[in-house]
């Protein structure tokens, strides 16, 4: 099964931005959502999360590979994005990563997918590969340079694609292959085959034979047979004695050669001086050596610039450093001094960063100095990473002194923003640092910041000159817009302008205001009509919600007359309610209704004015009303009819009476007819 065959179009975003780690595993599961190879977002997540804590999936050099294989998955798939700008993923190497590929397996069943699996990870290898995914323009021509490269890495005229081995042996002309490896990675995806295709590279490059077995999840492949073994180990064991040998002669001729050159110079210096060079006056030659070479070291370090902001960390964090726990923090300890504490107190790594900037290829010295905390002197490790990786030793670290930590690193030549990472090693084992330096040559900063200000006085004077197309052009203005960036620490604002409209964005809120011509429009998390909140223009405030347009408050006038002005409220169509309310509590979570309007059938069924609170009248006339269903005081009112005696008269002279009678009227409580 081929690459291409596990992307799709869906699962694919070039150019994408995001913000950090967790910003970028979301973007990615949504384009496995968007694939159809997932049932459960929540569930296929959680797995991606839980390889992360076991470390890592950024392997450096840009990469990153998150993986699951996971019962939420229905079919092996691969979700792909490219990140111009890059993204701190705590990747191997301490840089940011831009290529990744995110993968989804099936808990159960076959493992087919892992052919095309381990040739992706291969594949990636070539930085000249990788670096034209990152300038693909189009879906298309992402998808055409992954398939002309795995064919190019695995021609087709292979008798079985699927058993051909990730790295092919090679032998020397004798037969005998120099060098046997064997890779293996706990989940068997990707990294088993990426590095048994780096050990296969540098081989080539020393020009030395090579077979490597691999050790994934679908098993072992290329196997190393025991012939091969026991081959080796013969021929290693020839070469060693040869080797042994050799190493006696050398050491032999150097003795006699040396004791030569001595008795030389001490039969020379003897007639000079009238003594013999005595083995104390060599042990003091040698210690002024040693002096020398250290005075000259001291020399070369007056020479070079510190890259490091705030590394004694006597303001604490400043806006350079970057602490991944709330539980690393800048302590005074009564016999260290001022120093960062870091503390790994679960699987998850701890550490802090430092941003150093974009630097000049070259050789850096990193050096910091490392204590441990008391009671952890045993198991206490610093792990330091700028583009490559050393821990210290077990045991090396003190609680009650320093240790100095240094060693040189050679940088390629790079335009990306290279960053240092200091990491508690040992769950449990707190670690304190200071001192922290990344010195490069002097004359190479020098000559940076030179540039810096050469094109700085040089844009100023096209400037003072007036020359406008000299300024459009050094201002680099885009066919279709100018962006603009303010940045301090991990907060920014932009500004992009566009021919018709202007777009203002703030990265530590997701919140964008787009000015058009006439109007200030506010967005949330993207500028997009399902995003829009609200527009000002010349009829007043609206309002917007999910892609409906609900309503605005502005002004307007009367139909019949227009000379009268007013404010008013206006509920759109699409709107279906208009309310009035108020949150009861401090902490509670939704509001109140005072007073709404509902259309028929939605928040209420019959359309209308609804209370949702008291109506006090303070004496004032409430006229022109018909009351329906009411009580006065908690008692519900009458309906029915009273009668009335209306005339009382004598029926006979024995004192007999009668009387004539008419009924009132009364409807909740009011009297609507009376006998007249």
Same mark, same amino acid.
């Given at each position: ?6 992307? /799709? ?45 076991? $470390? ?73 590969? &990788?670096? %034209? ?34 790295? /092919?042996?090679?032998? *020397? ?8 490896? !064997?890779?293996?990675?706990?989940? $068997? ?26 050790? $994934? %999840?679908?098993?072992? &492949? ?8 026991? &081959? ?10 040869? #080797?042994?040998?050799? @190493? ?13 050159? *001595? ?25 002024? *050596? ?24 006597? =303001? ?5 450093? #970057? ?6 923090? !800048? ?15 679960? +699987? ?95 004359? !190479?900063?020098?000559?940076? /910041? ?47 302008? #566009?021919?018709?409209?202007?777009? @203002? ?34 009829? $007043?405030?609206?309002?917007?919600? =999910? ?15 227009? *000379? ?33 309007? +509902? ?6 069924? /019959? ?59 009364? &409807? ?9």
């Amino acid at each position: 099964m081929r690459i291409t065959e596990l992307l /799709q179009d869906a699962t694919i975003d070039l150019g994408v931005k995001v913000n950090s780690k967790e910003e970028a595993i979301d973007h990615l599961v949504d384009l496995m959502v968007k694939g159809g190879n997932i049932t459960d977002r929540e569930e296929y997540k959680k797995g991606i999360l839980a390889r992360e804590a076991n $470390g890592t999936t950024g392997i450096g050099g840009g990469i990153a590979i998150p993986h699951s294989k996971n019962k939420a998955v229905t079919k092996a798939g691969l979700a792909s994005m490219t990140v111009p700008d890059g993204v701190d993923y705590e990747a191997m190497d301490g840089e940011p990563s831009d290529v990744f590929f995110m993968i989804a397996a099936p808990a159960e069943g076959s493992d087919v997918h892992l052919e095309a699996l381990s040739r992706l990870s291969v594949i990636l290898m070539d930085p000249v590969f &990788k670096d %034209s995914l990152l300038k693909a323009t189009s879906k298309e021509e992402y998808l055409a340079l992954i398939d002309k490269k795995e064919t190019e890495k695995f021609p087709e005229e292979a008798a079985k694609e699927e058993e051909k081995p990730a790295v /092919q042996e090679e032998k *020397a002309d004798d037969g005998t292959i120099r060098v046997l490896a !064997v890779t293996a990675c706990p989940t $068997g995806i990707a990294h088993t085959f990426m590095a048994a295709e780096s050990l296969e590279n540098k081989a080539k490059e020393m020009g030395i034979t090579l077979k490597a077995e691999t050790n $994934g %999840s679908g098993g072992a &492949k290329n196997v190393l047979t025991k012939e091969e073994i026991e &081959k080796n180990m013969e021929t290693y064991r020839t070469a060693y004695s040869e #080797y042994g040998s050799a @190493v006696t002669e050398y050491q032999t001729a150097v003795s006699i050669a040396i004791e030569a050159a *001595a008795n030389a110079y001490a039969a020379e210096k003897a007639n000079s001086v009238g003594e013999t060079v005595t083995k104390e006056m060599t042990a003091k030659i040698e210690s002024t *050596a040693s002096e020398i070479t250290l005075l000259c070291k001291t020399i070369e370090e007056h020479n070079m610039h510190n890259y490091v902001a705030g590394g004694d960390f006597k =303001d604490g964090f400043t806006d350079e450093w #970057y602490t991944s726990s709330e539980n690393n923090e !800048v302590i005074t300890d009564s016999t260290l001094g001022v120093c960062a504490k870091i503390s790994k107190t679960s +699987s998850t790594p701890s550490y802090i960063r430092c941003k150093i900037g974009v630097l000049p290829a070259g050789t850096y010295r990193v050096r910091y100095k490392a204590a441990a905390a008391s009671g952890s002197e045993s198991n206490a490790r610093v792990q330091c990473t700028f583009y490559s990786t050393q821990t210290t030793a077990y045991g090396l670290l003190k609680s009650t002194e320093w240790t100095t930590v240094e060693r040189e690193v050679t940088l390629p030549e790079s335009t990306s923003t290279r960053y240092l990472y200091l990491y508690a090693y040992t769950q449990g084992a707190a670690v304190y640092v200071k001192d922290v330096e990344v010195l490069g040559q002097m004359s !190479v900063y020098t000559e940076a /910041q030179l540039k810096i200000n050469s094109d700085s006085i040089t844009q100023e004077v096209k400037r003072a000159k007036g020359i406008e197309d000299e300024l459009r052009a050094s201002i680099k203005v885009n066919a279709e817009n100018i962006t603009s960036c303010v940045t301090k620490g991990n907060v920014g604002s932009y500004i992009t302008q #566009y021919y018709n409209n202007v777009i @203002v964005a703030f990265n530590n809120s997701s919140k964008y205001v787009q000015i058009n011509a006439g109007e200030i429009a506010i967005y949330d998390y993207g500028v997009s009509a399902s995003k829009k909140r609200a527009v000002f223009d010349e009829q $007043g405030n609206h309002f917007y919600r =999910d892609n409906y347009y609900v309503g605005k408050i502005g002004t307007n006038q009367w139909v019949d007359n227009n *000379a009268h002005k007013g404010l008013v409220f206006d509920l759109e169509t699409q709107g279906k309610y208009m309310a009035w309310a108020q949150k009861p509590t401090e902490g509670a979570s939704s509001y109140t209704t005072i007073l709404c309007y +509902s259309r028929a059938n939605s928040i209420f069924t /019959q359309a209308g004015l609804h209370l949702g609170c008291n109506m006090y009248g303070h004496g004032w006339i409430l006229d022109n009303v018909d009351l329906r269903n009411c009580s006065a005081n908690g008692y519900t009112t009458f309906t029915g009819t009273l009668p009335v005696v209306l005339e009382i008269h004598k029926t006979d002279n024995n004192g007999g009476i009668g009387w004539t009678y008419g009924n009132v009227y009364i &409807k909740n409580g009011l009297i609507t007819s009376i006998p007249q």
